[in-house]
């Protein structure tokens, strides 16, 4: 099999640092927008 060398290996790490905890979007803000963080919204350009 080809992926025979792959096996019990690792194959990524997800590294997620700590977050103060701030303001958020009301529940139906953050379905329109797709988050519940204003830090993480980000909008594309028109």
Excluded: C, H
């Excluded at 700590?18 to 594309?44: C, N, V």
């Amino acid at each position: 099999m080809v992926y025979a060398n792959y096996v019990n290996k690792k194959l990524a790490r997800a590294y997620v640092p700590l977050q103060q905890f701030g303001r958020i979007f009301t529940p139906e803000e953050a379905l329109m927008k797709g988050t519940l963080f204003p830090d993480l919204w980000s909008p594309y350009p028109a």
